[in-house]
């Protein structure tokens, strides 16, 4: 069976930084790309980030654009999310999915494959 697993999130004051890790574990992974989402609590989950396993394509949500990268270790099974100059708005469960590629410019769709979530706490 597969398994991603998130790990990194933790407390951090507004303007700093934290990464985050998703490891998928098991036998067998199989997704056309992988992507970030969160959830604040009395919210809907959001879609964060995205990126493709077999090439540089990257999708950012505008509220995270030029402030979080997204980036994979293929031989490791394992995304990234480089999240910089935190705001409180950005607390949230984040979690990781594995998903496929459409053939648009909002190219990301998600599969019903997600992580535990961690929690990111950014405060005033």
């Known amino acids: 069976q597969v398994q991603l697993v998130e790990s990194g999130g933790g407390l951090v004051q507004a303007g700093g930084s934290l990464r985050l890790s998703c490891a998928a574990s098991g036998r067998t992974f199989s997704s056309y790309a992988m992507g970030w989402f969160r959830q604040a609590p009395g919210n809907e989950r959001e879609f964060v980030a995205a990126?493709?396993?077999?090439?540089?394509?990257?999708l950012y949500a505008d509220s995270v654009k030029g402030r979080f990268t997204i980036s994979r270790d293929n031989a490791k099974n394992t995304v990234y999310l480089q999240m910089n100059s935190l705001k409180p708005e950005d607390t949230a469960v984040y979690y990781c999915?594995?998903?496929?590629?459409?053939?648009?410019?909002?190219?990301?769709?998600?599969?019903?494959?997600w992580g535990q979530g961690t929690l990111v706490t950014v405060s005033s």
């Open positions: 999915n594995a998903g496929g590629i459409k053939f648009d410019s909002s190219w990301y769709d998600p599969y019903s494959l």
């Open positions: 990126i493709s396993w077999s090439d540089d394509s990257t």
